[in-house]
């Protein structure tokens, strides 16, 4: 009489994971590796400069938003290339 036991399961499943692993990685070998996006990449900004020079962010008044709060006062996000940055307090 055969029992069921956990271990045993654990085992198996996980052997059974990989071998689907490599057979999905042999197959996508053997075909030229895995189809394009479907989807249009999205247009990335120029190296060095951000996507955007402005942005709103808003943060709660705790003790984690001192970073924001620094950057702002600092210029870290104008030095990147974000003067526009502005920041609101939730009220």
Known sequence: MSTFKRRSFLLSSC?????????????STLLGGLPAQAAPAAK??????PETSSATLGFIALT????LIVAKEKGFFAKQ??????????T
Not at 64 to 67: L, T
């Open 64 to 67: 984690d938003a001192a970073p």
């Open 81 to 90: 290339g974000m003067g526009g940055v502005e920041l609101k307090k939730q």
């Open 44 to 49: 990335a900004a120029a190296p060095g400069k």
């Open 15 to 27: 052997a059974a994971g990989v071998g689907v692993a490599l057979q999905v990685g042999t197959l």
